[in-house]
């Protein structure tokens, strides 16, 4: 059965439909009841009668049009007025006479006959469409059940809205604006009101005034629901936003109202740039901060600058003194140093490079050096214990959830920034010629791609995401690194899943099963510490900076240099066999080292260069800028010190100067005989203070 033809009414000039041609309509429709067709076309009289003027109707109140004007009536249960029971009459001026109805009147009442098949077909609703949505996003993830009833609310209130009955034919800006109009009607004054009637007093849990806010989150999720499989399905090509927020609305307004034109000309043309450049959008936004917080400055203290162009070093300077002194209201603490060079830093790049293009109201140099910003102390990568990783990794392995475990074992085998990995791509993983599973990181913080070798615990768990990925079929989406579509591996129901799905619950969840949290109730192992161990491994494994620089996607090697700092290979050597290990040390130096009386210079050397220190016997501790050493008898100069490990070494010198003592006595030479001597005594102190045996009782 097919609707019938008529020409719609106009919007402006509201008319009912003709009394025949309804009764027509609803005795095809309702066929198998005569009882519903008795009932509906005595409705559309009743109706008519109190409201003649269909106009008027719609001008009149919300809860006068839905009957719900006197709630005296409405609490004894006499709440059936004419409005409420012509609900089938508007709803086929709407679909078949094209009259679009007002958001607020389809929030108030239910709608689901309409997906009747018989009512269906009259309104010219193609129920074939909507089963086949209902299957894709099936196969997207969703439960068919709730896909289907997400589905119908959203499709009935739509339709009803445009006054068009065709689904296809619903674009982004449609579910955009209806959502809108949803937190309109939920801000209402009488909302929570209407949406009580829907509930009796027996069953109703939730408070009177909490309805409206819990009603506008579940439809909300249906109209989501609604924009992620239009999608999916490619009748739309925006991506879906829950809550259907605009996607970073910052960009609108770059700049605060009420400031001189002259700057917000000059401060948005280059944020405009940066925007337009390979800046990421979250820097640009940091950026725009940074501005902020200079001209609200400006505005308090000198209100009499209109441009930019009127700054000079004395102004910077004062703005200087001001973010040392300013209190953070939130901590009640002055500014750290890192917020400081936060707002600094964008400054010194506007200044250095407006100079350089010659842009009019500017200061025309740059006002702000690098001597300006605020030094930042280097801090040591924080890489997790072994104890504490292998228990960590225990309660990761036993996550329910396939795509926060293998997200975490992703961050434990490749050192991958979280970002990297929420946009793996279904082609990211492939092997090595000798089978060894290799991961393709996307292009990310340093714009580079890379490959790296993949452990094949992580590489089986993301092969079974791939695989569940590649049967959803999800839609390609546009990604902002790369400029084209790809396909990402970690979405659910179409959407790609959040760093706090994704890292921080499971990270938090995994941390209290291992025991790792801190006197505040926090989990003391962050995301990213997951990169400082993988670095920290591969120094300490002896890896080579190249090969730290391409599997942690380092930009310079200084920042690789870092982890091999802290785990030299022959440091680590040594500390193990003289500290870890109970060993003993001697010497001259010895107490300066017991006693940590060296400089921070000369640690500083030492720990990159150590095995350049070492002698026969044990390590010289003279600097390369303290010049060649010139003493022969180092076994008593200031700078030697011994370990245990070289006792082995010390009593084959105390054999060796035995014979040399032999040797000088019969060849008569008493000067070489003294001068064996004392290194016999010296070496065995120096034994004797390691705690080692010198060698037999006859010995010298």
């Known amino acids: 059965m097919t609707a019938l033809a008529l020409v719609p009414l106009a919007t402006a000039g509201r008319h009912h439909a003709a009394r025949d041609e309804y009764f027509r309509w609803v005795g095809e429709v309702f066929a198998d009841s005569p009882s519903s067709v008795k009932s509906r076309r005595y409705f559309y009289d009743r109706f008519i009668r109190h409201w003649p003027d269909l106009n008027r109707w719609f001008c009149e109140p919300l809860l006068v049009r839905l009957d719900l004007h006197d709630r005296d009536q409405w609490q004894t249960g006499k709440r059936l007025g004419p409005s409420h029971e012509a609900g089938t009459y508007l709803v086929y001026l709407s679909l078949v006479h094209g009259l679009p109805m007002d958001a607020d009147y389809l929030l108030s009442r ?123 399905i490619g009748q739309v090509h925006d991506k879906p936003i829950f809550g259907l927020r605009r996607q970073e609305k910052w960009k609108d307004q770059l700049l605060p109202p009420g400031i001189p034109p002259t700057i917000e000309a000059t401060v948005t043309r280059w944020l405009q740039l940066r925007l337009q450049s390979t800046d990421r959008a979250e820097s640009v936004r940091h950026t725009r901060d940074s501005f ?248 300490e494994g002896g890896a080579r900076i190249q090969t730290i620089m391409a599997i942690l996607g380092h930009r310079s090697a200084a920042m690789s240099v870092t982890y091999s700092h802290i785990s030299d290979p022959v440091l680590k050597e040594q500390y193990e066999r003289v500290i870890a290990n109970g060993g003993r040390i001697a010497g001259p130096a010895a107490e300066a080292l017991l006693n940590n009386e060296i400089s921070q210079d000369t640690v500083d050397w030492l720990k990159s260069n150590f095995f350049k220190t070492e002698l026969e016997l044990g390590h010289c501790l003279r600097l390369p800028a303290e010049g060649p050493c010139e003493c022969d008898l180092y076994l008593r100069c200031s700078k030697f010190f011994t370990t245990s490990e070289y006792a082995p070494r010390l009593r084959d010198r105390l054999a060796r100067e035995r014979q040399l003592i032999q040797d000088a006595i019969e060849r008569n030479w008493p000067r070489e005989i003294e001068r064996h001597e004392a290194i016999v005594r010296r070496i065995r102190q120096l034994l004797t203070e390691l705690g080692e045996p010198c060698g037999s009782p006859d010995e010298i």
């Open 292 to 539: 902020r917080y200079l001209i609200r400055w400006l505005a308090t203290d000198h209100p009499e600058i209109t441009s930019l162009e009127q700054l000079t070093r004395d102004h910077i300077e004062e703005y200087l003194i001001h973010l040392h002194d300013r209190i953070n209201p939130r901590t009640n603490q002055p500014l750290s140093l890192r917020s400081r060079y936060t707002y600094l830093s964008p400054l010194a790049q506007f200044f250095r490079e407006t100079a350089q293009w010659g842009w009019p109201d500017t200061p025309g140099r740059p006002l702000l050096l690098s001597s300006d910003l605020p030094k930042l102390p280097t801090a040591l990568p924080r890489f997790i214990p072994r104890a504490e990783l292998d228990r960590l990794m225990e309660a990761v392995e036993k996550l329910d959830d396939p795509y926060q475990r293998t997200a975490l074992l992703l961050l434990r085998w490749s050192g991958a920034r979280r970002g990297e990995i929420k946009r793996l791509t279904l082609d990211c993983l492939d092997a090595y010629p000798d089978g060894y599973p290799r991961l393709r990181i996307p292009v990310g913080k340093t714009y580079t791609e890379r490959m790296i070798p993949l452990h094949p615990q992580a590489a089986d768990a993301l092969r079974e995401l791939i695989d569940h990925t590649r049967a959803s079929a999800a839609a390609a989406r546009h990604d902002k690194w790369t400029g084209r579509r790809v396909r990402w591996v970690f979405l659910r129901r179409g959407q790609p899943l959040s760093s706090k799905f994704l890292f921080d619950e499971p990270l938090d969840t995994a941390c209290r099963a291992a025991g790792l949290v801190g006197a505040d109730g926090k989990s003391t192992v962050t995301a990213h510490r997951f990169r400082h161990t993988v670095g920290t491994q591969l120094a």
């Open 110 to 232: 239910n709608f689901d006959s309409m997906f009747n098949p018989k009512v269906a077909a009259g309104l010219g609703i193609d129920l074939t469409v909507l089963d086949t949505w209902v299957e894709r996003m099936a196969q997207l993830g969703y439960a068919a059940h709730h896909a289907r009833s997400s589905l119908t609310w959203a499709l009935a209130r739509l339709t009803l809205w445009r006054g068009d009955p065709d689904f296809t034919t619903i674009t982004t800006d449609e579910v955009r604006r209806f959502g809108e109009e949803l937190r309109r009607y939920c801000a209402r004054p009488e909302a929570g009101f209407i949406r009580a009637t829907h509930v009796s007093n027996g069953r109703r849990k939730t408070p009177v005034d909490e309805l409206p806010a819990r009603f506008e989150k579940n439809c909300g999720t249906r109209l989501y629901t609604l924009h992620v499989l239009l999608f999916n």
